[in-house]
């Protein structure tokens, strides 16, 4: 990278911005993590949604019969 300081320019952190950007083909707007993130939650909460209604049965029902009140 260059030394702006050798050209008797300041440091420019906007432009360093810019190039690094611009060097890095695989950044985006959102990176990929974070949509993974996202979208990881969102299954959670749909699957969570559906299904445990069905888990707190299965569970309510394993308790039931090692405790014998049932």
Do not use: C, K, N, Y
């Not at 260059?2 to 950007?21: I, K, T, V």
């Amino acid at each position: 990278m260059r030394d702006d300081r050798q050209l008797g320019h300041e440091p420019d952190p906007a432009h360093d911005h810019e190039l690094h950007h611009e060097l890095d083909p695989e950044r985006g707007d959102v990176p990929g993590w974070v949509l993974v993130t996202l979208m990881t939650a969102g299954l959670v909460v749909a699957l969570w949604a559906v299904a445990g209604p069905l888990l707190e049965d299965a569970f309510r029902q394993a308790i039931s019969s090692v405790t014998g009140q049932g």
